[in-house]
């Protein structure tokens, strides 16, 4: 495997289970047992009622495209092989939005409320990413 020169992600210590989980292809988010909303990015406390009382559980891995942008030129110059690659926020099934990148189909074809699924990217031993491609 080429080594990966890009930045990775910060861990905390109340986000290691979702990168647990994408090492093993999958896709975590929490929910809380209290009033039991869905909740991501990884949280301390329920966005919906500030509970701490949160459970890591499997996500469908299925939802649309929410939003989307095509990069075609970035700095730093660590992104500049990939352009051009599209950044987007995925509203999974579940509810909860996230920023990701499409893969596996032209920038010009991703569209608002495509059906994608989740694919899972290493770029590291620790660090594997949640990415996204047209679930057709
Ligand atoms: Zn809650």
Request: glycine fraction near 4%.
């Amino acid at each position: 495997m080429k080594e990966y020169k890009k930045p990775l992600p910060q861990m905390s210590p109340w986000s290691a289970p979702f990168w647990d989980g994408c090492r093993r292809h999958e896709l975590l988010i929490q929910k809380c047992q209290d009033c039991q909303a869905f909740n991501f990015y990884p949280k301390m406390y329920c966005s919906s009622c500030l509970s701490s009382n949160l459970e890591w559980v499997k996500a469908s891995g299925k939802g649309k495209v929410y939003s989307h942008m095509t990069v075609y030129a970035y700095q730093p110059t660590e992104f500049a092989d990939d352009v051009p690659y599209v950044v987007a926020i995925v509203e999974l099934d579940e509810g909860v939005r996230m920023m990701t990148n499409i893969v596996g189909c032209p920038p010009d074809k991703v569209q608002c409320e495509m059906r994608v699924k989740v694919v899972f990217e290493k770029a590291t031993d620790e660090i594997t990413f949640a990415k996204f491609k047209p679930a057709n």
